[in-house]
């Protein structure tokens, strides 16, 4: 039981460790589009 127990908890740790590099990854694409996006209606002003 505690082998189970173990490897629950590997696998969620590593499954959460995943999705923090992928929210923060996803997090500077939507910053790096918005900085594109100011930068445009800076020059059409």
Known sequence: MKHLFALFAALTVT???QACN???GMGKDISKAGDK???AA???K
């Open 42 to 44: 800076k020059k059409t």
């Open 37 to 39: 996006i100011e930068e």
């Open 22 to 24: 992928t929210i923060e």
């Open 15 to 17: 499954l959460a460790l």
